[in-house]
């Protein structure tokens, strides 16, 4: 990794660390569960930025991705498959550490899927399902290709309110919190609240050092070539479809995991998630964070987002957001992160002027 991306981790990171601190220090900790909730809602805006960004495609669907990966996780850990206890293949899961039994809210003993088991069949399913709509979808162009993802998030959440397995128009509750490695929880307890924003915090830096190594790889120099100029990249060579299936589903892929996440620290999920309005949404941060930019794109969203579940514009939060994005498109279109990210460039590795040679040179 280069040292300039190792800067910018260690200062994002002592950014988190600072957050956590002022807020214990000014006795307003419980801040910290919205701005969990933001550091997960954050991802998938991440992953929107690899897509839009990088590959050029616009998706309006990626509600319906994080709402697949909740639900799954949700279901399948609620459920109780105690009926199926004597039929051969749940005989196979459970000798595979796939079921485990407990006790549910009214003593009763019942078998359900593990969180780990869930978090993979939810992963599973959001690659088949990203893969199957991006592979015909990825052959569109413009405002046809984000027709087509907002009819499958539209489609995602009518069958969500429409389906009792699903919990219907209230969701589905009581979702158990989640042991990582037998250190960590995933859980909304208030005894674990800044475990769990250290957890999104590391969950966020993981995927946003991922994407950079990808983005400054062959694989992102091929996309960014797609991005300007898709008949072009063609003609080198650069099997175009590929790379923007491949993007897709990854992006596809971390929403999932954000919703897996998110369910399991809220203890439930509702069809709310996988509406049109919050898939809007997702375009509409991941474009004011400048896209491209990743790291702007992270903090920008979860900033904005902190705010809206912090209700402090009440019932103005939707024009109040509309306005900000406004400001900050017209304003800095490539993100407003991007003139700090210079400044820290030029302190630390003293760039060279326009023109001429590194500062400090003969």
Avoid at 17 to 22: E, L, R
Avoid at 120 to 129: G, H, I, Q
């Amino acid at each position: 990794m280069k040292l300039r991306r190792f800067i910018v981790v260690l200062l994002l990171l002592a950014a988190m660390v600072g957050v956590q601190i002022f807020l214990r220090a000014t006795g307003q900790e419980f801040c910290l569960t919205q701005l969990t909730m933001a550091l997960y809602y954050a991802l998938v805006v991440i992953g929107l930025g690899l897509v839009m960004g990088y590959a050029g495609q616009v998706s309006l669907g990626h509600g319906g991705f994080f709402a697949i990966g909740g639900y799954t996780t949700a279901v399948l850990t609620t459920r109780d498959f105690s009926p199926f206890k004597d039929t051969a293949w749940v005989g196979l899961l459970k000798a595979a550490h796939v079921f485990v039994a407990k006790e549910d809210l009214f003593g009763a003993q019942v078998m359900v899927v593990t969180p780990w088991a869930a978090f993979l069949a939810a992963m599973a399913l959001t690659a088949v399902v990203a893969v199957l709509i991006g592979y015909p979808a990825l052959r569109l162009k413009g405002h046809y290709l984000a027709m087509a993802t907002l009819g499958f998030g539209l489609i995602v959440y009518k069958i969500l309110l429409g389906s009792t397995v699903t919990g219907a128009a209230d969701g589905i509750t009581s979702v158990p919190e989640w042991s990582l490695f037998g250190v960590l929880t995933v859980s909304g307890k208030t005894a674990l609240r800044v475990q769990n924003y250290y957890i999104a915090c590391g969950l966020v830096l993981a995927v946003l050092l991922l994407l950079q190594n990808l983005v400054h790889s062959r694989v992102g120099r091929a996309l960014l070539a797609i991005h300007d100029r898709e008949t072009a990249a063609n003609a080198m060579g650069i099997n175009t479809a590929s790379y923007k299936l491949r993007a897709f589903v990854l992006s596809a892929i971390l929403a999932a995991a954000a919703g897996v996440f998110f369910t399991h620290y809220t203890g439930g999920i509702g069809p709310s998630e996988a509406s049109a309005l919050k898939s809007v949404r997702y375009v509409a941060l991941a474009a004011a964070g400048g896209m491209a930019n990743l790291w702007g794109v992270a903090v920008i969203s979860t900033l904005i987002n902190y705010l809206s579940l912090r209700d402090w514009f009440g019932s103005y939060d939707n024009a109040v957001f509309g306005t900000m994005l406004i400001v900050i498109i017209s304003i800095a279109p490539e993100g407003p992160l991007k003139p700090l990210g210079m400044a820290v460039r030029r302190v630390f590795f003293r760039l060279r002027p326009s023109g001429g040679k590194p500062h400090g040179a003969a």
